[in-house]
């Protein structure tokens, strides 16, 4: 008898975790949140900076209560009346990264973040939480939206940017949406942004597992258009009018490629359904930056164009780690050595067993030597994170860890994969 309870008890469970279905809690549109991230190292605090709404909803319809990782800030939505979650996502933030640096511990700075939401048919409560290097949460707020508020703007209905599609499989309910946009193009150069972006797309799913998998992605190109041409390089004193106001030397790191004008990106996409966003900036300079779940952002026309995009949309797209690392720096603050990293492709081993400890072949040893690699193609190599001691990598070389490797490591590839099958099935 107690056999039969039980197997009830867990038929209603997951009767209960599958009865939550998109169309009971969100219409058919987006909920865009702006907030400010704001502070220093020694205090930070979230800001609403604005509500929207656009047409469509390009997001999952299911895994809704789920995260796909665990990221560096977290976001959960929950019926006001019930307080259920029903909605929740993960990212990283270049504010957070910020707050690692020298300049943070003196001045005191706000960092633009948006963020695309289903949207509710209840009120609803969100959650936003910033989380620091041990997992603590260093800021988090809560707020209330009623999806009839006539203070949130409508976006998307007119004006849309010129795009057009690289390629388009299915509707984006059933694919992954990937918008590339123009940074430092001219409306004269637009045929050119087009044909980098064909290029980058391209360089995307020439590699595992975006290849097998391509089926499952649409790719639009954005023809967001600038004033000047070029983009902002501050160590030759070179500063351009853009239409996301990208510069390098982000962090006072010359090839470090980023923005801080988040919501510019979003109003250029806004009408268009899009997940996942990459930027291509019109400079043959060196650089470009990847932060999960908010851009890729990299240079079109340098020599290593193919690889550093592959790279950047890793971080992005697919919140994977840098496996380099600097052989005269023992450890560093980004990542406590006591502490397992939520990325998938390293690991301090404290909790080795979440990480590819079952992808090892039998006596692998651990840590792997360098020179044995040709013998473990996935193992347990020190040096990764930008840490030399202390934290490891799957494979001796990877996409991850330099340009000159041609693919993502079998780690890599399936996590990737992992993110692939969260997203579309």
Known sequence: MKKHILFLLCLIAVASTRAQVFADHFADKTLRVDYIFNGNASGQAICLDGLSALPTWAGRKHHLAELPLQGNGQIIMRNAASGKTIYTTSFSSLFQEWLETDEARNVTKGFENTFLLPYPLQPVEIEITLLDPRRNVRASMKHIV?????????????????????????????????????????????????????IACKSIFDHEPFKSMKKR???????????????????????????????????????????????????????????????????????????YNSYTLTTAHHPMFRPVVVHEFGHSFG????????????????????????????????????????????????????EVSENYPTGVYEGGGYSAKGIFRPAENCRMRTNEYPAFCPVCQRALRRIIEFYTE
């Open 146 to 198: 009623h999806p009839n508020d006539v203070l949130i703007e409508q976006k998307g209905n007119s004006h849309i940017t010129p795009h057009k599609y690289l390629l388009h499989n299915d509707s984006p309910e059933k694919c992954i949406d990937v918008a590339i946009l123009a940074e430092g193009y001219t409306l004269q150069e637009m045929q050119t942004f087009y044909e980098d972006a064909d």
């Open 217 to 291: 992605f649409n790719v639009v190109a954005v023809a967001s258009p600038s004033t000047d041409s070029g983009v902002s390089v501050p160590r030759l004193n070179e500063w351009k009018h853009t239409a996301f106001g990208s510069h390098f030397s982000t962090f006072y790191s010359d090839r470090y490629l980023t923005t801080s004008r988040v919501k510019a990106i979003h109003d250029a996409l806004a009408g268009i359904p899009y997940e996942h966003i990459i930027i291509l900036a019109n400079t043959e300079e060196y650089g470009g930056g990847g932060i």
């Open 319 to 370: 919140g994977l780690a840098d496996e380099y690392f600097y052989d005269n720096d023992v450890m560093t603050d980004t990542y406590p050595l006591d502490i397992e990293p939520w990325e998938q492709n390293i690991s301090t081993q404290v909790d080795f067993a979440a990480k590819w400890k079952d992808m090892l072949s039998e006596n692998t040893p651990v840590p792997t030597p360098a």
